[in-house]
């Protein structure tokens, strides 16, 4: 009996220290943080420069449609902004192809969208 419950507390301090171990490393800030964060993106503001500024980009995709290339960055588990940037600073070809799909001086066309992530879906919050 006495091994048992050795046994399980031995099991439970290390789902313990797993779970801190995993919170400190992913945290999922509150909405109040990534808000204040977010209102320090400007428009007109350079890509490197936002990239600085939420440097916890963990992932994310760019959506390109028209003149704009939107970038949603995860910002933790919990949240995720949507900036849409201008294709103006790419580099082009003589025929006027675009040669990358994103240059650091592309500048913040549209106020971001901060949402929550939720099951793979986001739920808008600003």
């Not at 419950?5 to 171990?21: E, P, S």
């Amino acid at each position: 009996m006495k091994s048992i419950i050795k046994i399980a507390t031995v099991i439970v301090i290390v789902i313990l220290c797993a779970v801190a171990i995993g919170y400190k490393h992913s945290p999922v800030r509150n909405a109040d943080y990534w808000r204040s964060k977010v209102a320090q993106v400007a428009l007109g503001m350079k890509r490197s420069d936002v990239e600085r500024l939420l440097p916890s980009k963990i992932g994310g995709y760019t959506i390109e449609s028209g003149s704009c290339q939107s970038e949603l960055y995860f910002l933790d588990n919990g949240w995720q902004i949507s900036i849409c940037y201008d294709h103006a600073s790419v580099r082009r070809d003589e025929k006027g192809t675009a040669l990358e799909s994103s240059s650091p001086d592309n500048r913040v066309l549209t106020v971001p969208v901060l949402s929550k992530r939720t099951d793979h879906r986001a739920s808008r919050v600003n």
